[in-house]
Structure formats: structure tokens, C-alpha cells
Antibody, heavy 119, light 107 residues
Framework: EVQLVESGGGLVQPGGSLRLSCAVSGFSFSDHYMDWVRQAPGKGLEWVGRSRSRSNGYYTEYAASVTGRFTISRDESKNSLYLQMNSLKSEDTAVYYC??????????WGQGTLVTVSS | DIQLTQSPSTLSASIGDTVTITCRASQTILRWLAWYQQKPGKAPQLLLHRGSVLESGVSSRFSGSGSGADFTLTISSLQPDDFATYYCQHYKNYQYSFGQGTRLEMK
């Protein structure tokens, strides 16, 4: 069974940092693109960024709203995806989902982890 | 960037009804459109991809159609579990676009 389990969310002050983790199982982690998608409270879905597959050098891409502040990385030995978030702003408050990319769509999604940026 | 506009934003319906949700793209996207269902407090789930291909395990009461810039999601014979929010999604130039969502509520 394919599973993605996020962790690491919490309350952080504006300007602070937080690192989210996503532990995956049930599929070949290195062969898949992996994305982060977020959802602000009561709002829609916003793509955050991507880690391409190993054959694509784990190349990363980001939405304009987080470029320069967020960094995506992987640890193959732990089958884990990470999202390092720096210089956090109140508008980064959201549930963050780890998602596997299949062709051009997203499946499955993790359960999400809530990040709240507030003083 | 391609913009996706869903309509309506909110849809009220009753058990047993058939409903249709529309997703319009700002330019042609061929058939590269997916639909997701999201229930309150839960992660989205993929329903259909390539405009009309039903994901494994998804009820055949869900169907999709369209190509180019106009797409529809139809849910027939509404069941209590179908009341949720639905999103369309497109991928181009390594970025995803999502529609703003359609909330399907019980009348």
C-alpha cells in the first residue's frame, strides 16, 4: 500500500524556520517526482514545489511565492522527502501536503501537517 | 500561466440528483485535466485524470468529459458521501494550476 506520512508542522513566529518531513512507503521513492502542495485555512490548493526523480537528478522547482525561502530535499536511505521553510510569513499558514506525482496528476496525498505562522 | 475557473462555486443538491461542475481553462489544455474530491479535514483524492479516465476504485457515478478548454465533472445519483469540495487541476511547464473549488452541499 502506498503511504505518505507528513510530520513537523506546528506554530512558528514570523521570520522563523520549520522543517517538514514526509515518510513514504509502498512504492519506488527514487523513481517518482514528489511535490508539496499547501492549503490555507478555508482556501483552495496551491502548489509549493517539486523534487524530480533520481534519473532527473532530484532537480527541484518552486512556486514564485516560496522561491528563495523554501528548499525541498530527499533522503533515499530514509525514504523521506523534506521541506525546509525559512523566513516564514503569516501567509505561509496552511496545511502542507506531501504528494506523489503520477504522470501529470497527484496521487496519493499524505494526510497533511498544519503550519501556523503567528506571533 | 493557465488559469482554471470552476463554476459554480457552491452547488446545492439532494440525494439522488445528478449534478455537473464545470472547469474552464484560460487556454487550450488538450485533455490534461484531473479532478479531485476533498472532504472536510481530509486530503484531496484523485477522481479522474486525462479529463475522463476514472481512477481505480472510484465509483462509476463519477464521469468527466471535455477537451480543449472546457471540461465537466458529472456525479450521478448523488450519495451522502459525495457531498464535498471538488477541484480541477492542470499541469504545464512544471507548475500546477488548480481551480478555486466547487463546494457541493446538501439542499
Amino acid at each position: 500500500e502506498v503511504q505518505l506520512v507528513e510530520s513537523g508542522g506546528g506554530l512558528v513566529q514570523p521570520g522563523g524556520s520549520l522543517r517538514l518531513s514526509c515518510a513514504v512507503s509502498g512504492f519506488s521513492f527514487s523513481d517518482h517526482y514528489m511535490d508539496w502542495v499547501r492549503q490555507a485555512p478555508g482556501k483552495g490548493l496551491e502548489w509549493v514545489g517539486r523534487s524530480r526523480s533520481r534519473s532527473n537528478g532530484y532537480y527541484t522547482e518552486y512556486a514564485a511565492s516560496v522561491t528563495g525561502r523554501f528548499t525541498i530535499s530527499r533522503d533515499e536511505s530514509k525514504n523521506s522527502l523534506y521541506l525546509q521553510m525559512n523566513s516564514l510569513k503569516s501567509e505561509d499558514t496552511a496545511v502542507y501536503y506531501c504528494v506523489r506525482v503520477v504522470v501529470r496528476w497527484l496521487d496519493p496525498w499524505g494526510q497533511g501537517t498544519l503550519v501556523t505562522v503567528s506571533s | 500561466d493557465i488559469q482554471l475557473t470552476q463554476s459554480p462555486s457552491t452547488l446545492s443538491a439532494s440525494i439522488g440528483d445528478t449534478v455537473t461542475i464545470t472547469c474552464r481553462a484560460s487556454q487550450t489544455i488538450l485533455r490534461w485535466l484531473a479532478w479531485y474530491q476533498q472532504k472536510p479535514g481530509k486530503a484531496p483524492q484523485l477522481l479522474l485524470h486525462r479529463g475522463s479516465v476514472l481512477e481505480s476504485g472510484v465509483s462509476s457515478r463519477f464521469s468527466g468529459s471535455g477537451s480543449g478548454a472546457d471540461f465537466t465533472l458529472t456525479i450521478s445519483s448523488l450519495q451522502p458521501d459525495d457531498f464535498a469540495t471538488y477541484y480541477c487541476q492542470h499541469y504545464k511547464n512544471y507548475q500546477y494550476s488548480f481551480g478555486q473549488g466547487t463546494r457541493l452541499e446538501m439542499k
